[in-house]
């Protein structure tokens, strides 16, 4: 239980750290997503993610810019919020079908945050005048904000990797 509060407390000081956007803030939940993934396991970070999420729910400010709320999960950022937990799902599943060796969590990193963008693209096109397509709004948020997702993941993936070998857990 304590690694679940630690990992919901890594969570929230991770999207405290923003660079607001029109849509999207870049934020470090990305990071701390994958670095719980990869530190913790799957599992539990999943957990952490849903502590984090209910916390933010119940109006304790660990979303992005110090928000909270029910409102800010049904907002356009709301989407991408809820897509780390199927992230996290996706990694359980993937882990539990081939194993935690580091290259399936690669490969699970890449389907877990394309889930999320998924997810996240369904929920934020609602907010968005657009008349584009759902493929053409996912793929334009994955050239727009995934390069990012991908150098946050690869050095949550590194720093993950260094903490484990110098015994912190």
């Known amino acids: 239980m304590a690694y679940i509060a630690l990992g ?7 999207s405290w750290i923003s660079i607001p956007t029109p849509i ?13 993934i990869y ?3 799957a599992k ?21 810019n110090f928000t909270s709320g029910f409102g800010v999960l ?24 081939f194993g935690n060796k580091w290259q399936i969590r690669v490969v699970s990193s890449i389907l877990a945050i394309l889930a999320c963008y998924a997810v996240g693209s369904a929920r934020a096109m609602q907010f968005v005048e657009t ?6 709004f996912f793929i334009g948020s994955l050239l727009a ?10 050095f949550a993936f590194f720093v993950a990797r260094y903490l484990k070998k110098i015994k912190l857990n």
């Not at 008349?131 to 053409?136: A, G, I, K, R």
């Not at 904000?145 to 690869?154: A, H, L, S, T």
């Open 8 to 14: 919901a407390v890594i969570l929230a000081v991770c």
């Open 131 to 136: 008349e584009t397509d759902f493929l053409s």
């Open 74 to 97: 049904m907002g356009a950022t709301g989407g991408y919020i809820l897509g780390f937990v199927v992230s996290g799902d996706v990694c359980i599943a993937t882990e539990s079908l």
């Open 145 to 154: 904000f995934g390069v990012f997702d991908v150098v946050k993941i690869v």
């Open 39 to 41: 530190y913790f396991g």
């Open 44 to 64: 539990k970070a999943t957990a952490s993610l849903v502590v984090y999420i209910a916390l933010g729910a119940i109006g304790i400010p660990v979303f992005s």
């Open 24 to 36: 999207v803030p870049f934020t470090l939940q990305t990071f701390g997503v994958f670095f719980l």
